[in-house]
């Protein structure tokens, strides 16, 4: 059996909801964080925290998996949307649409490539995750407003437990980033918690022998 990590300190409500989660039932959703995306986001200083959250998860056992949005013809008014809100979509196969070199992303991380904002849609995503028992869901992405959002809602909906971390996600703007962790923390556990990274650390660092 494997060892429970300490419930984590986040807003609305401390998570898990029910206090259990260890590298058996629980996994590290990354989001988005392709060059292109970054560059257009200046969010180097999150892909760096999620870097540490990735190697960090990795130490502790847990599942990384990361997501790629690409733009398809069928999506093109989606993508031509998005783009239009500072948020760009960019083709696969381009060096834009690449996940970052500097997440350090292992080979053994399992990767889910998706047209839209929810990492859900028209992917296996679910399915592997229900396989493996997975319930609980840490999660950092880009931008906030779009993808990392559009894919806790659609988990939520799904009945799995999510924690979004504020630090490793950044939006379109910062106002964008903040009014979108304000609904998730004022929906009153609707769509999960949100907490800082230091205290994911915390946790993960220190098991609770069972």
């Avoid at 392709?34 to 892909?47: D, H, K, R």
């Avoid at 028209?122 to 906030?144: D, F, K, Q």
């Avoid at 806790?152 to 799904?158: E, K, L, P, S």
Wanted: proline content about 6%.
């Amino acid at each position: 059996m494997a060892d429970n990590f300490p419930g984590v300190a986040a807003a609305p409500y401390s998570w898990p909801f029910d206090g259990q989660w260890s590298a058996a039932d629980s996994a590290l959703l990354i989001l988005g964080f392709q060059n292109g995306t970054i560059a257009a986001l200046c969010a180097e200083p999150e892909a760096a925290v999620a870097a540490k959250l990735i190697a960090c998860a990795r130490d502790a056992g847990l599942p990384v998996i990361a997501s790629r949005r690409g733009r398809s013809e069928a999506l093109s008014p989606v993508a031509a949307r998005r783009a239009a809100m500072g948020d760009p979509v960019f083709a696969p196969g381009t060096s834009e649409w690449q996940l970052s070199d500097t997440l350090g992303l292992q080979v053994e991380a399992s990767i889910f490539d998706h047209p839209g904002d929810n990492a859900f849609h028209s992917t296996g995503l679910e399915a592997w995750l229900r396989r493996r028992g997975i319930r609980n869901l840490v999660l950092a992405g880009v931008p906030t407003e779009g993808l990392l959002h559009a894919t806790q809602r659609a988990a939520n909906d799904m009945g799995f437990e999510c924690i979004t971390v504020s630090d490793a996600c950044k939006g379109t703007t910062d106002a964008r980033h903040a009014g979108q962790l304000r609904i998730t923390v004022f929906g009153n556990g609707l769509f999960g918690t949100v907490a800082r990274s230091d205290q994911l650390f915390s946790a993960l660092r220190a098991p609770i022998p069972t």
